[in-house]
């Protein structure tokens, strides 16, 4: 996921929670792996993890 602003990047995390139907009415704890990069862009990649707390 690639925004040119935070306010983008946050804006496609929530639409990404919203469309698998996580809810963010209870607390989360939210982990970030990252993971390579990408060689040709030089993009990071990375997984975001929920759990319920």
Do not use: C, Y
């Not at 139907?21 to 993971?35: D, G, N």
């Amino acid at each position: 996921m690639v925004g040119a602003t935070k306010s983008e990047l946050l804006f496609n995390i929530l639409k990404l929670l919203r469309a698998q139907e996580v809810s963010l009415s209870s607390p989360q704890e939210v982990v970030f792996m990252k993971t390579a990069g990408d060689a040709v862009s030089g993009q990071r990649r990375g997984t975001l993890l929920l759990a319920p707390v």
